[in-house]
């Protein structure tokens, strides 16, 4: 039985950008362009500068027009050129899992834990559905 537990946070994945990851052959078994590695180099090379100066992530004044938007371009930019590929239904497999699995997420300011079922396989019980146990955090 597959589990993923969280604290206070509803999200299925985290998944990550980097300046090492290839996100297509991880998500998706097909290799990022070069075209999105050359996209991507000089926000990460900037990031690893202000890492050597030892600035803090804190203090940069424009990270969304340096950072967060370029790389979020050069991403959408990849995953327009990676539809060729047909890459949609790839996509949302890795989005929600290649196994069936239940999700417990404590969530503090309710005091409850909210039990989910993903059961897009169908290999969980047939009546899984999401229930909420009152007063019940596991994670302190």
């Not at 950008?17 to 362009?33: H, V």
Request: glycine share 4%; proline share 2%.
């Amino acid at each position: 039985m597959g589990l993923s537990i969280k604290h206070n946070h509803f999200a299925v994945k985290h998944s990550r950008l980097s300046s090492k990851i290839d996100f297509g052959e991880k998500w998706y078994d097909i290799k990022c362009s070069k075209e999105y590695w050359d996209e991507i180099k000089p926000i990460f090379d900037k990031l690893q500068n202000y890492k050597n100066d030892k600035k803090i992530w804190k203090e940069l004044k424009n990270k969304e027009n340096e950072i967060y938007l370029p790389i979020l371009k050069a991403f959408k930019d990849e995953i327009i050129r990676q539809e060729k590929n047909n890459i949609s239904t790839l996509l949302v497999k890795y989005l929600i899992g290649k196994f069936d699995f239940y999700k417990m997420i404590s969530v503090d300011k309710e005091k409850v834990t909210k039990i989910q079922s993903y059961n897009h396989l169908g290999t969980l019980n047939k009546n899984a559905k999401t229930i909420t146990i009152p007063g019940c955090c596991f994670a302190r």
